[in-house]
């Protein structure tokens, strides 16, 4: 079936250091591709989406890349921030009929240090 | 910029009981979905809904739970029976053709 998978976390690092967060997927079609964010205590976020192949998403410093030929989709930051302290999903999403399907990763939390 | 607000924010409710977490989608989105968190797992599709009636719904959504929007502006999900691994965070979320909006999530406790 259709699946995300993010590299396992946390992720532990410096101000001002660069992040990658990969991201891979398996889809029978051709689905879009989403980050969202955690903050501590509150509710999903959209970071930066994806529709189509070689398609980049950013989205406060943050970008991705829809890669079709390895099916990846790694969300990246040149200088990360203590208050990019959060857990960050991957999604993909499918038309089903209608309406789009959301297929979450596991989440990868990032806590970044001053 | 229009929401997704769920309420309440925190529940706690006793196994066995009744639970109706309720959402007030975007008013124009035609889609309404719920999505449930386990603490630290990730989050899982449970039910789509697409002019009153459900469209989809994954292996999690059994007999004990079901959905309703009753006048047309609350989406509600309703637990008949609620069991310790119910304890979770639930969001609802609403879309158009093209994105989704999540509410903030109701956190359900069972004890």
Not at chain 1, 9 to 18: D, I, K, N, Q, Y
Request: with cysteine; hydrophobic share 35%; aromatic share 14%.
């Amino acid at each position: 079936g259709d699946s995300v998978t993010q590299m396992e976390g946390p992720v532990t690092l410096s101000e001002e250091a660069f992040l990658t967060i990969n991201c891979t997927y398996t889809a029978t079609g051709y689905p879009s591709l989403f980050w969202y964010v955690q903050y501590p205590g509150e509710g999903l976020q959209l970071l930066l989406k994806a529709t189509k192949a070689d398609d980049k998403g950013s989205n406060k410093g943050f970008e991705a890349t829809y890669r079709k030929e390895t099916t990846s989709f790694h969300l990246e930051k040149g200088s990360v921030q203590v208050s990019d302290s959060a857990v960050y999903f991957c999604a993909l999403s499918l038309r089903v009929g209608g309406f789009q399907k959301l297929v979450f990763g596991t989440g990868t939390r990032l806590l970044v240090s001053p | 910029e229009p929401e997704v607000t769920q309420t309440p924010s925190h529940q706690v409710t006793q196994m066995g009981q009744e639970v109706i977490l309720r959402c007030v989608p975007i008013s124009n989105h035609l889609y309404f979905y719920w999505y449930r968190q386990i603490l630290g797992q990730k989050v899982e599709f449970l039910v789509s809904f697409y002019n009153n009636e459900i469209s989809e719904k994954s292996e999690i959504f059994d007999d004990q739970f079901s959905v309703e929007r009753p006048d047309g502006s609350n989406f509600t999900l309703k637990i008949r029976s609620t069991k310790l691994e119910d304890s979770a965070m639930y969001f609802c979320a609403s879309s158009t053709n093209y994105g989704y909006t999540f509410g903030s999530g109701t956190r359900l406790t069972v004890v």
